[in-house]
């Protein structure tokens, strides 16, 4: 999928529906409140600007087994500069627009999306949406961590643009998706032949258990089946807990025609204490077929701990299934002192099946095993600026010479949400 609109044009939008609000407000009467950002509202309509700030530091030193070369990094970062706005034009239809620049490149579109509610627990979505997966479906702004690892990598889906269908009870959801690929990549046009985008489809459900004022408890399983069409063969490649990157630490090589993954996650919530763990199972048809390769399964996961001293707990929202905006105790700007999360966390990914199942195995491959250790630490002043600090420990053990890595990295980070 692809959008010819530019984020400039996007705020010019943004611009023309406050306008077209002013205009109504002068009809009706409007309230007014702040909520990170200005907020007005009344039965039937709502306008709001959002945005947000992430400024990051990464420190990595990357050992190699072989005569590679050992290397290290230092970059400081925009992680994200995003901006948009987000509505209801009645209780029928929402809207939500927001883009920016990730990791200092080229701007670009995150949410997109026109919702249609045709009745309470019913919503339809059209635009950049995500179907799946816990860590997922919490906003980069609320993850406990700095990035999500390899699983957010390739063991769930981002934002992809299509049609999505939600019915959310008091303590339940199930979702379907039919999507391609994000709104911000080229058409798919192979000049005089076949030019079929991908095919994604993903159904997720969840159920809380529990859902005390002190005690939640999440659980949630989901299936996603892809195809890729016309476009290139699905590539099962992971980082080390971070957006940055330089080298690839594992990968198994663009090797998927076609995938189907299994995935279960879960939740405990225990007044300031949370577990959480997501895994996936991802079973993969070879391009190529037979004459490459049998069909490899890759696998990837993660589990976490979070602890709060200060007494927060996490924000668990039981019919969407997902992590919402942590609310301080004793901000800053009360007389308080902040609050404080310290966590720490486990990740995974095999991909050496996608070499074991190969009929012909060169020398060396980087379709290997990642594990890495994660210690975090999170200190808010307010709900909506965090601080945060991440060294995680990981090991990329791959085959042949020269193709092991061992990565210490550091991370730092500045954030402010509206």
């Known amino acids: 999928m692809s959008t010819k609109t530019s984020l400039v044009a996007g705020s010019a939008l943004g611009v023309a529906l406050a306008l077209g609000l002013g205009v109504a407000a002068q009809a009706q009467d409007m309230s007014y409140k702040w909520s990170g950002a200005p907020q007005f509202s009344n039965d039937d309509v709502m306008f709001k600007f959002r ?199 594992y990968t198994t090589g663009a090797i998927g025609n076609r995938d189907k993954t299994m995935a279960v996650e879960g939740a405990w919530v225990h007044g300031p204490l949370s577990v959480q763990a997501e895994y996936s199972s991802i079973d993969v048809t070879r391009q190529g077929g037979a004459a490459i390769g049998g069909d490899p399964k890759v696998k990837v996961g993660y589990a976490f701990v979070s602890f709060w001293p200060t007494g927060e707990m996490r924000n668990y929202d039981p019919a969407a299934g997902e992590f919402k905006r942590p609310k301080i105790l004793n901000p800053v700007t009360a007389g308080g002192m902040g609050g404080l999360e310290l966590a720490l966390r486990y990740d995974m990914a095999d991909t050496t099946d996608a070499y074991k199942t190969l009929k012909v195995k060169p020398a060396t491959s980087q379709a290997g095993e990642y594990t890495g250790w994660t210690v975090g630490v999170n200190y808010y002043p307010t709900s909506y600026v965090r601080f945060q600090a991440n060294y995680t420990d990981g090991k990329a053990d791959n085959y042949g010479a020269n193709q092991d890595f061992d990565i210490k990295q550091f991370q730092l980070r500045a954030q402010l949400d509206f």
């Open 51 to 249: 945005g947000r700030i992430l400024v990051d530091a990464v420190f990595q030193d990357v050992e190699r087994d072989g005569p590679g070369g050992d290397f290290k990094t230092r970059n400081a970062r925009g992680r994200q500069v995003f901006l948009g706005v987000e509505g209801k034009l009645n209780n029928y239809f929402a809207y939500k627009a927001e883009g920016g620049w990730v990791n200092g490149g080229s701007p670009s579109w995150d949410d997109v999306v026109i919702e249609y509610k045709p009745s309470e627990p019913i919503s339809i979505l059209f635009g950049n949406v995500k179907v799946a997966g816990l860590e997922n479906l919490t906003s980069t702004r609320f993850t406990t961590f700095m990035d999500r690892g390899p699983y957010g990598d390739f063991g769930v889906d981002s934002y992809l643009l299509g049609v999505v269908a939600k019915y959310q009870g008091f303590n339940h959801s199930l979702s379907l998706g039919v999507q391609g690929n994000s709104i911000n990549t080229a058409d798919v046009s192979n000049a005089s032949a076949d030019s079929k985008e991908r095919l994604t489809v993903t159904a997720r459900g969840h159920y809380a258990l529990i859902n005390t004022d002190t005690d939640k408890l999440h659980l949630a399983a989901s299936y996603r089946y892809r195809n890729r069409g016309d476009e290139g063969a699905f590539a099962y490649t992971g980082r080390t807990n971070t957006a940055y990157s330089n080298a690839t630490f």
